[in-house]
Nanobody
């Protein structure tokens, strides 16, 4: 059973940086596409960034692509999300997802809270 555990969230000020991490277990990591999504209070879950199994291709939401970077460490089975120049509108619970088929994320972590104060 695939399990995902997010970490690294916290309270920061606008303009700060934060690095989230997703730890993967229970499967063969390099057979899964990975992604980060987020959910702000009162809103639906929103795509942030994704990375293919090999790590050769990444996708990002236009709202974060100049500021956030997704990567994967296939030796460590982790998916970091480097977030720079944080804005108050980035405040959300950030979730890690895993998919065998592209964009079909069947496994999710419990999330990590990111709060950006102005």
């Amino acid at each position: 059973q695939v399990q995902l555990v997010e970490s690294g969230g916290g309270l920061v000020q606008a303009g700060d940086s934060l690095k989230l991490s997703c730890a993967f277990s229970g499967g063969t990591f390099n057979t899964y596409h990975m992604a980060w999504y987020r959910q702000a209070p009162g809103k639906g879950r929103e795509f942030v960034a994704s990375i293919t199994r090999s790590g050769s291709t990444t996708y990002s939401s236009p709202s974060v692509e100049a500021r956030f970077t997704i990567s994967r460490e296939n030796v460590k089975n982790t998916v970091p999300l480097q977030m720079n120049s944080l804005k108050p509108e980035d405040t959300a619970i950030y979730y890690c997802g895993a998919a065998v088929r592209p964009s079909h994320y069947a496994y999710w972590g419990k999330g990590t809270q990111v709060t950006v104060s102005s």
